[in-house]
Structures are given as structure tokens and as C-alpha cells.
Nanobody, 127 residues
């Protein structure tokens, strides 16, 4: 069993920045690939970003956040980060961190790939 916990959400003005953090416990941190998803009210869950299991690992982004968001991880600290810059009101959502046990160097971008999920953290961007 892997426990996933996010932190760092909040309220920010359009154009501002936030950094979300996520940790996964219960497995060796370097054996889990990680991803971020988000869900706005009345909308389906949306993939945001993913990173493979290594610090400095392979990354992948949704087109809607490419160039504005950066996913990274520090395996020594057992943390994954989502740095969000130039935020827009349409980025407002609950952001979920997800973990998948993996021993390759792959990233994963579909919900069904991930077995473990955090409770989510609210990000609100005001115009």
C-alpha cells in the first residue's frame, strides 16, 4: 500500500505562481512513477503532468500546461513538485497526486495507470 499526500494549494491571482508538493510512502520512493491530475467542478478529471521514477526522470505534460508548469522530484527528500507559473483562472481545480509502482523509466498519463491517489489540494486562480 502506498500513501499519497499533497500540499501547497491555495488562492492566487492570475499570472501568479504556486508550487504543489506530494509525497508517497509505503514503498521505496524511487520505485514509484508519479503524476498530477486535476478536476474542476462539473468537469472530468484531466491529466496535468507526469514524471518517471528517477530524480531528473522523463517528464510529460498536457498541452494546456506545457511551458507554464514543471514537474520535478527529489528522491532524497521523497517529494514530487509541480511548479505552476503564469496561472490562469482555467487552472482552478482540485489537484491530485498519483503514484504507480514501476521499475522502468516510463511516465504514465492515464488515470487507470495509477493505483494510489492523494486526497487533493485546491488551487484557485482569481482573474
Amino acid at each position: 500500500q502506498v500513501q499519497v499526500v499533497e500540499s501547497g494549494g491555495g488562492l492566487v491571482q492570475a499570472g501568479g505562481s504556486l508550487r504543489l508538493s506530494c509525497t508517497a510512502s509505503g514503498r521505496t520512493f524511487s520505485s514509484v512513477a508519479m503524476g498530477w491530475f486535476r478536476q474542476a467542478p462539473g468537469k472530468d478529471s484531466e491529466f496535468v503532468a507526469a514524471i518517471s521514477r528517477w530524480s531528473g526522470g522523463s517528464t510529460y505534460y498536457a498541452d494546456s500546461v506545457k511551458g507554464r508548469f514543471t514537474i520535478s522530484r527529489d528522491n532524497a527528500k521523497k517529494l514530487v513538485y509541480l511548479q505552476m507559473n503564469n496561472l490562469k483562472p482555467e487552472d482552478s481545480a482540485v489537484y491530485f497526486c498519483a503514484a504507480k509502482e514501476d521499475y522502468s523509466d516510463r511516465y504514465f498519463y492515464t488515470r487507470r495507470d495509477y493505483a494510489y491517489w492523494g486526497q487533493g489540494t485546491q488551487v484557485t486562480v482569481s482573474s
